[in-house]
């Protein structure tokens, strides 16, 4: 079975500092990664798309790789800020156009 | 603007009655997406359509109905066989390579 993985369920960091949030999948075989951002009752905002056949994207202060072999992704989040408190969401599409969500890792910045 | 439309954000059902959540796009994409959202867990897959007039159950369709017979609009029914419906449900568009969402409408059972 494909499934989606996000360790920890629940992050806080003080302010300013860089952060990495973890996806991990079961698959190799992924058609793309996406990171959304979702904010409590609100709907998902995609943050980062990397296909298969990159490493990484960049948008900002965000950074998402990808290894395919070791089936993981990262979300990296230089000098955070407190807007950047929600929950952060990996979704896998394994080739037959439906994304695989993980749990989520709901982020918290403290001021 | 371009995007997804859900309507309505908020909606409240009685015991045994059927209630229909709308998604509308004007991106021109061709599949779109219905998902479940239940507190700490992820998005499950309800139904998904790949092209008008076509549609595929996902993980969890029990007690839902959906159509598709308009590119634009993929309307979702959670109808009385779904026990327990009280839910965040978010519609989804793929644009064949990256996913675009709505902003959801929460149901809830009273």
């Known amino acids: 079975k494909q499934e989606v993985t996000q360790i920890p369920a629940a992050l806080s960091v003080p302010e300013g500092e860089n952060l990495v949030l973890n996806c991990s999948f079961t698959?190799?075989?992924?058609?793309?990664l996406q990171w959304f951002r979702q904010d409590p009752g609100k709907g998902l905002t995609s943050l980062l798309l990397?296909?298969?056949?990159?490493r990484e994207q960049t948008s900002g202060r965000l950074n998402a790789s990808l290894d395919k072999s070791s089936g993981r992704s990262t979300l990296y989040i230089a000098a955070s800020q407190p807007g950047d408190s929600a929950t952060y969401l990996c979704?896998?599409?394994?080739?037959?156009?439906?994304?695989?969500f993980g749990t989520g890792t709901r982020l918290t910045i403290i001021p | 603007d371009g995007g997804i439309t859900q309507s309505p954000k908020y909606l409240f059902r009685k015991e045994g009655q059927n209630v229909t959540l709308s998604c509308e796009q004007n991106?021109?994409?061709?599949?779109m997406y219905w998902y479940r959202q239940d507190p700490g867990q992820g998005l499950r897959l309800i139904y998904y359509?790949?092209?008008?007039?076509?549609?595929q159950k996902g993980d969890i369709a029990e007690g839902y109905s959906v159509s598709r017979e308009k590119k634009e609009s993929f309307p979702l029914t959670v109808t009385s066989a779904q026990k327990n419906p009280t839910a965040f449900y978010l519609c989804?568009?793929?644009?064949?390579?990256?996913?675009?969402f709505g902003q959801g409408t929460r149901l809830t059972v009273v």
């Open positions: 979704a896998v599409t394994f080739g037959n156009e439906k994304l695989t």
């Open positions: 698959d190799s075989a992924i058609y793309n």
């Open positions: 990397i296909q298969s056949s990159q």
């Open positions: 991106l021109n994409h061709d599949a």
């Open positions: 359509s790949q092209i008008v007039n076509d549609f």
């Open positions: 989804a568009s793929w644009a064949g390579y990256e996913a675009f």
